[in-house]
């Protein structure tokens, strides 16, 4: 009798993944919203030359003494207030022991026990389906400098200009199942941090990113798979890829009948290939002991009081608000998500522009323009109240929407008044009854064959009738008005 063959890797494989769930769990940094580092007085703004903004204590000179900065405790504090964690009234700094060229000091300042903020979570999913995606541990660390490696001539340069950045680690509990969801979770994260003014969140300088761990497990099982963890993500786009990629590379390897190693590991985004960088570490293998150089991080009730008066309103609630003046829920969340957004429309609204147009110019025409720029939306050029003028021509019927968005670019370039930029680009449309009458007539006595076809039930006429109008007008006349004062023109034509 003839045996089967062996099913293929790719079939195992599916059948595998049909009884597997992935499990994911996420390690944030962002960098805090401070002038100067953690422990020094350097400045952290990027874009210098490299090695300029160092000093004796952020490049772990012998006998250099740190000074916490007390502005990253409240920061610190004030995220995890708004995730709901429990801000520790006293915490420890600890020596997290590892080499790496660019971490001047042979370790890395850190918190392990306490942290300044233990538990608290957030929310992923639609209003009808949420998840809450729980947090371990808020703590604050100093980063490490950067490594720029130079191919050309075979050798790595040591930039320490970030050594010492103040930074806050977010860690999450492995409640995510999928890379939608974590892509869903951290840009949430990332518009309440920057809403918070915790962090500036720029992704390209490296604000705002993380290490994400993904493992499998059969489904329905308590205990976790083998874990590999990517280390320094800081694309959302990437992330996605990064989690999908780790997936189908441990799908394989237990389909294949291997084990998975707990591993660090490095996403080739060229390439969308994950590769080894080495045997992930444990805690232990840190050597951590307490700092002996820093004091005791302590945070008063007053303080504390005084932060969670300073917390803005919720999202969800600004959210429920904007949807209360009609705006859709893709609407809501876009301006939400947009630095200064919610700002920018309020001020808009406030100077007279309907709630909705306002939030369609800024959804189709504004953000995108905003975003090309590389601005914040209340530092463009056009300003909250010329957003608002434009919507109030617009919905007077003063403006056509193509003139609108074929002027949108002079307009937000220039700040321009819309209605007086319209004005000299000829474009503001006739509204007055009595020249649209007058035109519609002249119309209608000129073709009087088309009128006879509408009137004998061919209804896609009017559309010719009205394009003569707008001819006549150059394009100035409003098109229902100018469909209005055609059907009273016949009708007076009839009664005749």
């Known amino acids: 009798m003839r045996r089967p063959a062996p099913a293929s890797l790719g079939a195992r494989k599916r059948v595998f993944m049909s009884q597997m769930e992935p499990v994911i769990g996420l390690e944030i940094h962002a960098q805090l ?65 590892y080499f790496y060229p660019d971490l001047p000091n042979g370790f890395q300042t850190s918190q392990i026990d306490p942290p300044i903020c233990s538990g608290g979570s957030m929310t992923v999913g639609s209003p009808e389906a949420l998840k809450t995606i729980r947090l371990n541990r808020i703590h604050l660390e100093d980063d490490a400098g950067k490594c720029v490696h130079d191919a050309k001539r075979g050798r790595t340069l040591i930039d320490l200009n970030r050594a010492g950045v103040p930074l806050i680690e977010i860690v999450t509990e492995p409640d995510l199942g999928s890379s939608a969801e974590a892509v869903e979770f951290l840009k949430k994260l990332h518009a309440l941090l920057v809403r918070l003014e915790v962090t500036e969140g720029r992704l390209e300088e490296g604000e705002f990113r993380c290490d994400v761990n993904v493992s499998l497990k059969p489904k ?140 369609a110019l800024m959804a189709e025409l504004f953000l995108p323009a905003v975003a090309k720029s590389d601005l914040n939306p209340l530092k463009a050029p056009l300003t909250p109240k010329g957003l608002a003028d434009l919507a109030v021509l617009l919905d007077s019927g003063r403006l056509g929407r193509r003139a609108a968005y074929e002027m949108f670019v002079e307009l937000f370039e220039s700040g321009s008044d819309p209605e007086k930029l319209a004005q000299n680009k000829g474009v503001l449309q006739i509204s007055d009854s009595g020249l649209l009458s007058k035109l519609a007539s002249e119309v209608v006595a000129e073709h009087s064959r088309e009128v006879e076809k509408y009137l004998g039930g061919q209804e896609k006429v009017m559309s010719f009738l009205v394009g003569q109008v707008m001819r006549r007008s150059r394009g100035a006349a409003d098109p229902k008005g100018a469909a209005k004062a055609l059907t009273e023109a016949i009708e007076s034509g009839r009664k005749q």
Request: proline share 5%; net charge neutral.
């Open 220 to 359: 329905g099982a308590k205990e976790l798979g083998v874990r590999g963890e990517i280390k320094n993500l800081n694309s959302f786009k990437f992330i996605g890829q990064a989690i999908d990629c780790e997936i189908k590379r441990q799908s394989a390897l237990y389909a294949s009948g291997q084990g998975v190693r707990q591993e660090t590991l490095h996403f080739d985004s060229a390439n969308h290939d994950i590769r080894t960088l080495r045997t992930k570490e444990e805690a232990h293998d840190y050597r951590y002991f307490p700092q002996p150089d820093l004091p005791e991080v302590l945070v008063s009730d007053d303080t504390l009081a005084q932060l969670k008066a300073s917390l803005p309103v919720p999202i969800e609630e600004v959210i429920s608000r904007l949807n209360s003046l009609g705006l859709r829920d893709d609407q809501a969340k876009l301006l939400v998500d947009r630095r200064d957004g919610v700002e920018y429309f309020n001020a808009a609204v406030a100077e007279g522009g309907e709630p909705k147009r306002v939030a």
């Open 33 to 97: 919203k401070t002038k100067s580092k953690l422990f020094c007085d350097c400045p952290t703004e990027p874009g210098a030359e490299p090695n300029t903004n160092i000093c004796e204590i952020c490049t772990g000179q012998p006998g250099a003494l740190p000074r916490m900065n007390a502005k990253a405790l409240e920061l610190a504090a004030k995220a995890g207030l708004a995730l709901g964690s429990t801000v520790n009234s006293q915490s420890l700094f600890s020596r997290k022991n």
